[in-house]
């Protein structure tokens, strides 16, 4: 089986920003150029194809201290277009180069023995690097978008050197040794780990409140608990949107560890600590793929993950990469995970619950992600008039992967031109993806090949997790699709198929998107209501010969569809601000004045301020 990895075709169009001119990589064109020979043709590409990923790994490991100077400078507007600008880098270099180096040597287009040269050449000369593997995937991903329209997937695999590099090397975090009792010296010395070239508001005053907390978290138990004996602090600054954080974790006496992050927000007067979260459901909350990335002050990716996955052992660890922003490692990461557990004995099936009608669904039990193809054609149960493609949903979703997800709506691991073995699907599977995506899937003697595979992070669909809820669980979920729904809205998405069926409930009780065929920007869509109308009125409302989406709020619950008179219920109850257009104007017009919506990230009971956090807990 081969893994492969890269950009979609798509992504080739003319409307992309080409990359920034470097020098260097124009006399390496140069020398390619001028060269006569296919051997040295080989080496020229080699060396051109490194150059070009130095410029954008160069430019890649900027970014963190870009949002950090964001955060510090108070500009939301600069942090989300840092993050859409870097989720787009991979594929703007792909894009821009992988035309030109045809262009310099046409041979690549269809001879595999030039590329398996060059490969062995490009292999010897990244193997002592840290970031091995994001230049193999690049040189493979160059070499996809010179033969994307072929049904030839390109083998990968990364070198093997780089995992073992990547465990040798320093450690991402600083251990402060806690001295009989954990005092405000070391917690003044954590929130200045990110090493902030502005000050704090009151440094002294959030040391005394995080040692607070600190004291009803960690010497509050049983007299007989283990005790804390360091504090191990990544030493990087985590930032995102509006926010900073400092990661750590406790070790106690008996080896055990507990997560322990301090949220940082910055006002006029000086950055101060907002929050401290503990709980490892708000930890998993606070660092979900649902999120945008994370910009994080450290060039040791591969620590950082480790360090990531001690505090969330139950999150997958590719997913750990996407978090802070190295997607197409974690990529590759996530389709091994798979992989590795098929080869153990198990089979891809069909999802359970009611088929999608547009993207048709498998996983087996023990996977911890859902796999997707999208149907050449929608089920009779598609709604939404003309369908517009296998290629317009693909960018739906790729759209969905390039934004803010509101900590709402799951992410999109998206592979193109991949080949999967046969015995890796359950065989009537297979059969039915071949009948109902036969424009994106072959199977032949070598194997599957997908032209596209969607993959996200396996959820509880809604209507399953509410199935089986008690009162208090349906009462929560409900609060949390309340969210949801708000979230996408403050990131200008909305959703015209507000059915319960599009949303499922994660590990911890909080409830995503993760159907996207139906998204729309909220700004496009045209808030009408019925409620203005006197009962009986006859005449068709003006709104219904509008083109467009229309949106009558009133109906959002009847819309979801539940058959629980206590979903019902709680829904109106604790979402009745989503049944008035006014709450939908209000989002609007914020959009469109180019306000930042703040997102929940985190629980207020993890908010330092304490009459807040009470008020937040009693409203809930």
């Given at each position: 089986?081969?893994?492969?990895?890269?950009?979609?075709?798509?992504?080739?169009?003319?409307?992309?920003?080409?990359?920034?001119?470097?020098?260097?990589?124009?006399?390496?064109?140069?020398?390619?150029?001028?060269?006569?020979?296919?051997?040295?043709?080989?080496?020229?590409?080699?060396?051109?194809?490194?150059?070009?990923?130095?410029?954008?790994?160069a430019q890649l490991c900027e970014y963190p201290y870009?949002?950090?100077?964001?955060?510090?400078?108070?500009?939301?507007?600069?942090?989300?277009?840092?993050?859409?600008?870097?989720?787009?880098?991979?594929?703007?270099?792909?894009?821009?180069?992988?035309?030109?180096?045809?262009?310099?040597?046409?041979?690549?287009?269809?001879?595999?023995?030039?590329?398996?040269?060059?490969?062995?050449?490009?292999?010897?000369?990244?193997?002592?690097?840290?970031?091995?593997?994001?230049?193999?995937?690049?040189?493979?991903?160059?070499?996809?978008?010179?033969?994307?329209?072929?049904?030839?997937?390109?083998?990968?695999?990364?070198?093997?050197?780089?995992?073992?590099?990547?465990?040798?090397?320093?450690?991402?975090?600083?251990?402060?040794?806690?001295?009989?009792?954990?005092?405000?010296?070391?917690?003044?010395?954590?929130?200045?780990?990110?090493?902030?070239?502005?000050?704090?508001?009151?440094?002294?005053?959030?040391?005394?409140?995080?040692?607070?907390?600190?004291?009803?978290?960690?010497?509050?138990?049983?007299?007989?608990?283990?005790?804390?004996?360091?504090?191990?602090?990544?030493?990087?600054?985590?930032?995102?949107?509006?926010?900073?954080?400092?990661?750590?974790?406790?070790?106690?006496?008996?080896?055990?560890?507990?997560?322990?992050?301090?949220?940082?927000?910055?006002?006029?007067?000086?950055?101060?600590?907002?929050?401290?979260?503990?709980?490892?459901?708000?930890?998993?909350?606070?660092?979900?793929?649902?999120?945008?990335?994370?910009?994080?002050?450290?060039?040791?990716?591969?620590?950082?993950?480790?360090?990531?996955?001690?505090?969330?052992?139950?999150?997958?660890?590719?997913?750990?990469?996407?978090?802070?922003?190295?997607?197409?490692?974690?990529?590759?990461?996530?389709?091994?995970?798979?992989?590795?557990?098929?080869?153990?004995?198990?089979?891809?099936?069909?999802?359970?619950?009611?088929?999608?009608?547009?993207?048709?669904?498998?996983?087996?039990?023990?996977?911890?992600?859902?796999?997707?193809?999208?149907?050449?054609?929608?089920?009779?149960?598609?709604?939404?008039?003309?369908?517009?493609?296998?290629?317009?949903?693909?960018?739906?979703?790729?759209?969905?992967?390039?934004?803010?997800?509101?900590?709402?709506?799951?992410?999109?691991?998206?592979?193109?031109?991949?080949?999967?073995?046969?015995?890796?699907?359950?065989?009537?599977?297979?059969?039915?993806?071949?009948?109902?995506?036969?424009?994106?899937?072959?199977?032949?003697?070598?194997?599957?090949?997908?032209?596209?595979?969607?993959?996200?992070?396996?959820?509880?669909?809604?209507?399953?997790?509410?199935?089986?809820?008690?009162?208090?669980?349906?009462?929560?979920v409900i609060i949390s699709l309340g969210d949801c729904?708000?979230?996408?809205?403050?990131?200008?998405?909305?959703?015209?198929?507000?059915?319960?069926?599009?949303?499922?409930?994660?590990?911890?009780?909080?409830?995503?998107?993760?159907?996207?065929?139906?998204?729309?920007?909220?700004?496009?869509?045209?808030?009408?209501?019925?409620?203005?109308?006197?009962?009986?009125?006859?005449?068709?409302?003006?709104?219904?010969?509008?083109?467009?989406?229309?949106?009558?709020?009133?109906?959002?619950?009847?819309?979801?569809?539940?058959?629980?008179?206590?979903?019902?219920?709680?829904?109106?109850?604790?979402?009745?601000?989503?049944?008035?257009?006014?709450?939908?104007?209000?989002?609007?017009?914020?959009l469109l004045r180019g306000e930042v919506p703040e997102?929940?990230?985190?629980?207020?009971?993890?908010?330092?301020?304490?009459?807040?956090?009470?008020?937040?807990?009693?409203?809930?």
């Amino acid at each position: 089986m081969n893994n492969i990895e890269a950009p979609a075709a798509g992504a080739q169009c003319s409307s992309i920003e080409p990359t920034r001119a470097d020098p260097s990589v124009e006399q390496a064109y140069a020398r390619l150029r001028a060269c006569t020979g296919d051997g040295a043709r080989i080496a020229a590409t080699a060396d051109l194809i490194l150059v070009i990923h130095d410029d954008f790994y160069a430019q890649l490991c900027e970014y963190p201290y870009r949002a950090k100077r964001a955060f510090e400078t108070m500009n939301p507007h600069a942090s989300i277009r840092i993050s859409r600008e870097r989720l787009g880098l991979y594929s703007r270099y792909v894009a821009e180069h992988g035309p030109r180096i045809l262009a310099a040597y046409p041979a690549l287009a269809g001879d595999s023995k030039v590329w398996d040269a060059i490969d062995r050449l490009f292999v010897a000369m990244i193997v002592d690097r840290y970031e091995a593997d994001i230049a193999f995937m690049f040189v493979h991903s160059i070499r996809r978008n010179m033969s994307h329209g072929i049904w030839r997937p390109v083998a990968y695999s990364f070198p093997p050197p780089s995992k073992l590099r990547a465990f040798s090397t320093a450690s991402v975090h600083r251990r402060l040794a806690v001295r009989g009792r954990v005092d405000l010296e070391l917690l003044r010395t954590a929130l200045k780990v990110p090493n902030f070239s502005i000050p704090f508001k009151d440094v002294e005053r959030d040391s005394q409140k995080i040692l607070e907390r600190v004291e009803q978290l960690l010497y509050g138990g049983a007299p007989d608990a283990a005790q804390p004996v360091a504090l191990d602090v990544v030493e990087a600054g985590f930032f995102r949107d509006r926010s900073a954080f400092v990661v750590a974790r406790w070790i106690f006496s008996d080896d055990s560890i507990a997560p322990f992050v301090i949220a940082l927000l910055n006002s006029s007067e000086g950055i101060f600590a907002n929050a401290v979260l503990h709980r490892v459901a708000d930890i998993h909350g606070l660092f979900s793929s649902a999120l945008a990335n994370f910009h994080v002050t450290t060039r040791l990716y591969y620590q950082t993950c480790v360090f990531l996955f001690s505090l969330m052992p139950r999150r997958p660890f590719g997913h750990h990469y996407s978090t802070i922003g190295f997607n197409h490692v974690g990529k590759i990461a996530i389709l091994n995970e798979i992989t590795d557990q098929i080869r153990a004995g198990h089979r891809l099936q069909r999802s359970a619950g009611v088929p999608g009608t547009v993207a048709l669904g498998f996983t087996f039990d023990d996977c911890a992600y859902h796999l997707k193809v999208i149907r050449d054609q929608p089920t009779t149960y598609y709604k939404w008039g003309v369908y517009p493609g296998v290629a317009a949903v693909c960018d739906k979703y790729r759209v969905v992967h390039e934004i803010n997800r509101a900590g709402s709506m799951l992410d999109n691991v998206m592979y193109f031109n991949l080949r999967l073995d046969p015995g890796m699907f359950d065989p009537e599977l297979l059969q039915e993806i071949c009948r109902q995506a036969a424009g994106s899937v072959q199977v032949d003697r070598d194997g599957v090949f997908l032209r596209s595979l969607i993959v996200q992070l396996k959820i509880v669909p809604l209507p399953v997790f509410l199935a089986r809820a008690d009162a208090s669980e349906t009462r929560a979920v409900i609060i949390s699709l309340g969210d949801c729904i708000r979230n996408n809205a403050a990131t200008n998405i909305f959703n015209k198929d507000l059915d319960s069926r599009n949303y499922g409930v994660g590990r911890y009780g909080r409830v995503f998107l993760f159907d996207y065929d139906a998204v729309e920007k909220l700004t496009d869509v045209k808030i009408r209501t019925n409620t203005d109308r006197e009962p009986g009125e006859e005449g068709v409302p003006s709104w219904f010969f509008e083109d467009g989406v229309i949106f009558l709020p009133e109906e959002l619950e009847h819309g979801m569809q539940f058959t629980s008179d206590l979903a019902r219920r709680s829904f109106r109850e604790e979402n009745f601000d989503l049944l008035t257009v006014e709450y939908w104007l209000d989002v609007q017009q914020k959009l469109l004045r180019g306000e930042v919506p703040e997102i929940q990230m985190y629980p207020d009971s993890a908010k330092l301020d304490a009459a807040a956090a009470g008020e937040a807990d009693a409203r809930r």
